[in-house]
């Protein structure tokens, strides 16, 4: 049975940090193709959106602008299991918040999220002010 299962989330106020873990069960990320995993946010009364996104076995990264250099995602070494370190948290940043695999278009420079086949719950963040 396929899962991904997130957690991590909480309560912080403005400046701090969280980490956020997603594990995946019944498969191992970048198997069997060279694709990529990301991170997901809902923010209240919006759509769901990607905000980053790495390739399992290339490593290359994307961040969208509005959690680039705060967010870091990264991937243990069993490929099992995803983070998303989260520093400098802003009230924005405040929603629910999703893994997803697999993401075939993650590059260095774009990412384009489609056909995620497996998604995990979403861990809510709120950051108050």
């Known amino acids: 049975d396929v899962q991904l299962q997130a957690s991590g989330g909480g309560s912080v106020q403005t400046g701090g940090s969280l980490r956020l873990s997603c594990k995946a069960s019944g498969f191992t990320f970048g198997r069997p193709y060279d694709d990529g995993v990301g991170w997901f946010r809902q923010s209240p009364g919006k759509e769901r959106e990607g905000i980053a996104c790495?390739?399992?076995?290339?490593?290359?990264?994307y961040y969208e602008d509005s959690v680039k250099s705060r967010f870091t995602i990264t991937i243990n070494d069993a490929k099992d299991t995803m983070y998303l370190q989260m520093d400098n948290l802003k009230p924005e940043d405040t929603g629910v918040y999703y893994c997803?695999?697999?993401?075939?278009?993650?590059?260095?420079?774009?990412?384009?999220?489609?056909?995620?086949?497996?998604w995990g719950e979403g861990t809510q963040v709120t950051v108050s002010s």
């Open positions: 790495m390739r399992v076995r290339e490593g290359p990264t």
């Open positions: 997803a695999a697999p993401i075939s278009e993650c590059y260095d420079d774009y990412a384009y999220y489609y056909g995620m086949e497996y």
